[in-house]
């Protein structure tokens, strides 16, 4: 089907930056709509940013104006660029692609990855 595979958390100081990406492969026929989701322990789930296949983005108040959402549509390959980091920005990151695909006929289904731990801290 489709595999999301993320990568570029890690251990960052206050104010510092990282750059998460998420690569989708599969049968693959397009990709409405990926995003970013944050998550701690004993949390929801919360959405982060989200961008179009058009290339329009929407995020979380409390990320704005310091993370930025793209993306590569020929590399089916999402982006988060997040600077000016903070220690309550400290969860763990997880892809997700509303994708259309083929198997034995064409579906259209929402997709996750693994998730990749950011910290951020002193």
């Known amino acids: 089907q489709v595999q999301l595979v993320e990568s570029g958390g890690g251990l960052v100081q206050p104010g510092g930056s990282l750059r998460l990406s998420c690569a989708a492969s599969?049968?693959?026929?397009?990709?409405?709509?990926m995003g970013w989701y944050r998550q701690n322990p004993g949390n929801q789930r919360e959405l982060v940013a989200v961008?179009?296949?058009?290339?329009?983005?929407n995020y979380v108040d409390s990320v704005k104006g310091r993370f930025t959402i793209s993306r590569d549509n020929a590399e089916n390959t999402v982006y988060l660029q997040m600077n000016s980091l903070k220690p309550e920005d400290t969860a763990v990151y997880y892809c997700?692609?509303?994708?259309?695909?083929?198997?034995?006929?064409?579906?259209?289904?929402?997709?996750w990855g693994q998730g990749t731990q950011v910290t951020v801290s002193s």
């Open positions: 599969g049968s693959i026929v397009s990709i409405n709509y």
């Open positions: 997700n692609a509303q994708v259309t695909y083929y198997s034995t006929s064409y579906y259209s289904a929402g997709f």
């Open positions: 961008i179009t296949s058009g290339g329009s983005t």
